[in-house]
């Protein structure tokens, strides 16, 4: 086990708010670990705690068995953060700005010229390293972020939600980046709001809402077990709320959005042969039928529930 959280607890302000409540989290070593919570649900402030950017309040956070305070300088020796914030300086070149981050560093000589070569390779900016970052695209900027946090060439490496405002092209290749870094044996700590980002890249995750851990497992596991068979029913407009009201009243059956409609059951025959007639009029549109275990995001919305945070107290 990497890392290791034993009734982790962080609180901020006067009078103090907690943000973090027993957390007991594992994070094993060489795994690609998905963090997935709301806003606010404390992600951004965990990771800060783990890479020894923020202290905790109380509890214990052991790397490889040895209190986090007592090894700090190895771990931020070894370790790469890509904050959520872009952390880069707008006026300078991408070039320059990898310079300065590495003299941050202290990287000297050769192996100052092969980790910023590692961290533009990684990132593919070999082309843009003149450029203003000012004027880089919302793409080049993340993966100039990135490439910031690579320059250590770190054994862990934790992104805080790294394709916030990209777009699918750049999305996909941050993401098989990240696959290739984890291959070659980095392990990774990924935050993110996409679950369908996470179900697909990541190899175990915790959700985590208010400040605790609700589940945490590999993603097959967590699915196999919590997750229940569902048949989905996804329509090219959007007529699920339209159509609802048209069929028969059935256990389970659920607006998931505009385009679809959910039936929790592990008789999909049934179900469709109960509502195949109003289903198969042509105005309905319906694009595909799917039957299966539940995608992360439901059984996300299940833990958290479907209230936004933003009107929380805290
Ligand atoms: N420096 C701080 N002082 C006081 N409160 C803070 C501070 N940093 C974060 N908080 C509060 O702690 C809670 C958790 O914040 P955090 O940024 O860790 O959440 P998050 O899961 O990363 O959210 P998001 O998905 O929006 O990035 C929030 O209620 C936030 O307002
Ligand atoms: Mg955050």
Do not use: W
Not at 94 to 114: E, H, I, M, P, S
Request: glycine share 6%; aromatic share 6%.
């Amino acid at each position: 086990m990497l890392y290791q959280t034993i009734d982790l607890c962080k609180e901020y302000g006067k009078p103090p708010l907690a943000v973090l409540n027993q957390v007991n989290l594992n994070i094993p070593k060489g795994s690609l670990f998905g963090l997935l919570g709301p806003n606010g649900a404390g992600k951004t402030t965990l990771l800060s705690i783990l890479t020894g950017i923020t202290p905790k309040t109380s509890g214990q956070v052991l790397v490889n068995g040895v209190e986090l305070e007592a090894c700090i300088e190895e771990v931020r020796a070894t370790t790469g953060v890509v904050p959520q914030d872009l952390a880069l300086y707008p006026m300078l070149t991408a070039q320059d700005n990898l310079n300065f981050f590495a003299d941050v560093l202290g990287l000297k000589g050769a192996k100052r010229t092969q980790n910023i070569d590692y961290a533009v390779t990684t990132t593919a900016l070999n082309h843009h390293l003149n450029k203003k970052a000012q004027d880089f695209s919302g793409g080049l900027k993340r993966r100039l972020n990135i490439a910031i946090g690579l320059l250590n060439q770190p054994a862990v490496l934790f992104l805080d939600e790294p394709t916030v405002g990209i777009d699918p092209q750049t999305r996909r290749f941050i993401l098989e980046s990240i696959k290739s870094l984890n291959r070659e044996g980095v392990t990774i700590i990924y935050t993110s709001h996409y679950m369908d980002e996470v179900q697909n890249l990541c190899n175990r995750v915790a959700i985590i809402d208010r400040g605790t851990i609700l589940i945490q497992d590999e993603i097959n596991q967590l699915l196999r077990h919590q997750g229940k068979n569902e048949l989905r029913i996804h329509f090219s407009a959007q007529n699920a709320e339209k159509l609802v009201r048209q069929l028969p009243a059935f256990p389970h059956l659920t607006v998931a959005d505009s385009h679809t409609l959910t039936v929790e059951t592990s008789n999909p025959f049934t179900v469709i042969q109960a509502i195949s007639e109003k289903l198969s009029a042509p105005e309905n549109e319906v694009e595909y039928i799917a039957y299966g275990q539940q995608s992360l995001e439901a059984l996300f919305l299940s833990l958290t529930g479907s209230d936004t945070r933003d009107n929380d107290a805290r």
